[in-house]
């Protein structure tokens, strides 16, 4: 006998020898039907608009927004959540672009749908913060707060007009109290009652939002604070958890994602319904920008962050490297 005889005969790393094993091992593994396209679609442009933050996202045209729902159904992608950016001109204090039938996101609804038609299950935001001049998310009242039930009267009109458009999935995500038992109300009433609600549960008041804001031309005065969620709680989203789940909720959310992995994982063990996680604009510029400097693998370090988020509980991420992804696996 060896000086080792005595050495446990369980040796984890005979599952980690070679490619071949540690794939047969995994425990989780990507899928192109996992991911979520985020796409910018701007009104009044004749080319797509960079993003400065975000290397490699644009704002679209209406032509290349239904090029880049091709490209993403081709690949497998699942679906694809829209955000509308309009004209300056057209914002006001209500948000009515957001409710016109003819706005830009009702309009590239139509599009895509013309597009790729079942193909990609689409998805909108509803959510008035890219059509206001003050960048709220809501309707001010006269003291400048956000209105919570003035706001949720707004929602409802948006979400008759999205699925008017041709929607498949609405995103209620300005964290109004209320907001998913109003859309659900109004998508009945007007014989929608097969378009779905991804409520966005948990979304937090955060930092890495900063590219975002370019990236829909928020006009936002003062922050979010007093509607989105601190960072500090875990307790207030199983709380957020239960009521849009009573009011109609078919998905929820999470956002953003890796700063809040252990919020996910305490959600996806909660629930009976499919799960989703936000991978939002800050968490790909961190990664765009480090790869940039060569401190980082920028491919396997995508890789990796979408690994970790599926691993904690996601059922469909929505990052911007989805079409990308997706052709990769």
Not at 294 to 304: N, S, T
Not at 305 to 319: D, F, Q, V
Request: with cysteine; proline share 5%; charged share 25%.
């Amino acid at each position: 006998m060896t000086k080792y005889g005595s050495f446990p005969g369980a040796r984890p790393r005979r599952l980690r020898t070679t490619p071949a094993m540690r794939r047969m091992v995994a425990e989780h593994r990507l899928h192109p039907a996992d991911l979520i396209l985020p796409a910018f679609v701007r009104e009044g442009v004749s080319e797509p608009v960079p993003i400065s933050a975000m290397p490699g996202v644009v704002q679209h045209t209406r032509d290349t927004l239904r090029k880049a729902a091709a490209e993403a159904a081709g690949a497998g992608v699942a679906g694809i959540m829209l955000f509308g950016v309009p004209e300056d001109a057209k914002k006001d204090a209500l948000g009515t672009a957001g409710t016109d039938p003819d706005g830009i996101l009702q309009v590239a609804i139509r599009d895509v749908r013309d597009e790729v038609g079942d193909d990609l299950v689409i998805m909108s935001d509803l959510c008035l913060d890219e059509y206001t001049d003050h960048g709220h998310c809501g309707v001010l009242d006269a003291a400048g707060r956000v209105d919570n039930d003035a706001t949720l009267e707004r929602y409802a009109e948006m979400a008759q007009v999205q699925a008017d458009a041709g929607v498949h999935v609405v995103g209620p995500s300005g964290m109004m109290d209320g907001q998913v038992g109003v859309a659900r109300d109004a998508l009945d009433q007007t014989g929608h009652e097969d378009v779905s609600i991804l409520a966005y549960t948990a979304k937090y008041s955060s930092a890495f939002y900063g590219p975002f804001r370019e990236a829909v031309g928020s006009s936002l005065q003062g922050d979010r604070k007093t509607y989105q969620q601190d960072p500090a709680n875990l307790r207030e989203s199983l709380r957020e958890l239960a009521l849009d789940l009573e009011e109609g909720a078919d998905m929820v959310m999470v956002k953003p994602a890796l700063p809040y992995l252990d919020v996910l994982a305490k959600i996806a063990d909660e629930v009976d319904v499919p799960v989703a996680a936000y991978q939002i604009s800050g968490e790909y510029a961190m990664v765009e920008a480090a790869a940039e400097k060569g401190w980082i693998d920028r491919d396997k370090a995508i890789l990796e962050t979408l690994t970790g988020i599926k691993r904690a509980g996601a059922n469909m991420i929505l990052t911007y490297w989805a079409t990308e992804v997706a052709r990769g696996l």
